[in-house]
């Protein structure tokens, strides 16, 4: 089994930022990708990004949801097993229950229902 433990969520005002962080334990993979997702009230969780690696090595290039593209930043840690999203120029609509997910395949798919490890969920609030 793989745990998956999220930190760093909060309020903060539009234009701001946020760094999540991701820490993965247990169970490891030659080959992986971590992502982010995301569930606002009453919506479908959403793909945010992610990024795939082979044997400690990047293989994909990040992916990113269009709505957060140059706004957002994916990125790994391989010595503390931790993947990291940074979000700059936050938006109201950004606000959402942001869950961290694994898969132990590089290749990066942005539908849900092909990740089986998942965390529990940080809240981010983005206030106009």
């Known amino acids: 089994q793989v745990q998956l433990v999220e930190s760093g969520g909060g309020l903060v005002q539009a234009g701001g930022s946020l760094r999540l962080s991701c820490a993965a334990s247990?169970?490891?993979?030659?080959?992986?990708?971590m992502g982010w997702f995301r569930q606002a009230p009453g919506k479908e969780r959403e793909f945010v990004a992610a990024i795939g690696w082979s044997d400690g090595i990047p293989y994909y290039q990040p992916s990113y949801q269009d709505s957060v593209k140059g706004r957002f930043t994916i990125s790994r840690d391989n010595n503390k097993n931790t993947v990291y999203l940074q979000m700059n120029s936050l938006k109201p609509e950004d606000t959402a229950v942001y869950f961290c997910s694994a898969r132990a395949t590089a290749v990066i798919i942005k539908s849900p229902q092909y990740w089986p490890y998942w965390g529990q969920g940080t809240q981010v609030t983005v206030s106009s």
């Open positions: 247990g169970r490891t993979f030659s080959g992986a990708a």
